[in-house]
């Protein structure tokens, strides 16, 4: 079940999905199960796309072939995605690269469902979310009708995920105090992210 009759690529891809997931352990998550649910579930959905779809599973330096495609390029680096943060992100295999971007979406969805669980008012739990977490997506597909989005503006939109790198690092290396500190002084976490890239702190 887990990596048995898996092709070399395949289990090392596995054991990355395994290392990403190991900070749910804790929370009792099983690692395994799940990194293998997921595995093979993201495996399904790019399988879907057409007949070359093994072939690309396995591509790396996708981004290459992105920064040469002006409308993938042109709307990211609007919004201060670089060329070379669109390489460093697509460097792996597609589908690690698939299966990373399903575990972030996973993780955003656990918040959601522990608030739901405890009863909190979802609106206001999203809006705190976005005030203090990143949250990776389409800025393109800010919906400023929707309620949750009121007290918002498009600088609070979502960020794309080639900047996941980048606002790691930052993460990690800035003191929780002084993450906390800027984000007082902005209307969500992606704000902040926003105007650091401008000031060239990010």
Same mark, same amino acid.
């Given at each position: 079940?887990?990596?048995?009759?898996?092709?070399?690529?395949?289990?090392?891809?596995?054991?990355?999905?395994?290392?990403?997931?190991?900070?749910?352990?804790?929370?009792?998550?099983?690692?395994?199960?799940?990194?293998?649910? #997921? $595995?093979?579930?993201?495996?399904?959905?790019?399988?879907?796309?057409?007949?070359? =779809? *093994?072939?690309?599973?396995?591509?790396? /330096?996708?981004?290459?072939?992105?920064?040469?495609?002006?409308?993938?390029?042109?709307?990211?680096?609007?919004?201060?995605?670089?060329?070379?943060?669109?390489?460093?992100?697509?460097?792996?295999?597609?589908?690690?690269?698939?299966?990373?971007?399903?575990?972030?979406?996973?993780?955003?969805?656990?918040?959601?469902?522990?608030?739901?669980?405890?009863?909190?008012?979802?609106?206001?739990?999203?809006?705190?979310?976005?005030?203090?977490?990143? #949250? $990776?997506?389409?800025?393109?597909?800010?919906?400023?009708?929707?309620?949750?989005? =009121? *007290?918002?503006?498009?600088?609070?939109? /979502?960020?794309?995920?080639?900047?996941?790198?980048?606002?790691?690092?930052?993460?990690?290396?800035?003191?929780?105090?002084?993450?906390?500190?800027?984000?007082?002084?902005?209307?969500?976490?992606?704000?902040?992210?926003?105007?650091?890239?401008?000031?060239?702190?990010?």
């Amino acid at each position: 079940m887990f990596g048995f009759g898996m092709t070399p690529i395949d289990k090392a891809i596995l054991v990355q999905t395994e290392q990403m997931l190991s900070v749910y352990s804790q929370l009792g998550m099983n690692v395994k199960n799940t990194a293998r649910k #997921i $595995f093979d579930e993201v495996r399904k959905d790019l399988l879907g796309h057409g007949p070359d =779809a *093994v072939q690309r599973l396995y591509l790396e /330096d996708l981004g290459h072939r992105f920064v040469e495609n002006p409308s993938y390029l042109k709307p990211r680096e609007r919004d201060s995605v670089t060329i070379e943060d669109i390489i460093e992100y697509w460097k792996p295999p597609a589908l690690l690269v698939a299966i990373s971007a399903r575990i972030v979406t996973m993780q955003q969805f656990m918040e959601l469902d522990a608030a739901r669980q405890q009863g909190k008012d979802l609106t206001e739990f999203m809006r705190h979310y976005r005030r203090h977490s990143p #949250i $990776f997506g389409d800025p393109e597909s800010w919906d400023a009708t929707l309620p949750v989005n =009121a *007290v918002f503006t498009k600088d609070d939109a /979502d960020i794309y995920i080639e900047l996941f790198s980048r606002v790691s690092e930052w993460r990690q290396k800035t003191p929780l105090t002084d993450q906390h500190s800027l984000m007082e002084r902005h209307t969500s976490f992606n704000a902040m992210v926003r105007a650091l890239i401008k000031q060239g702190a990010l």
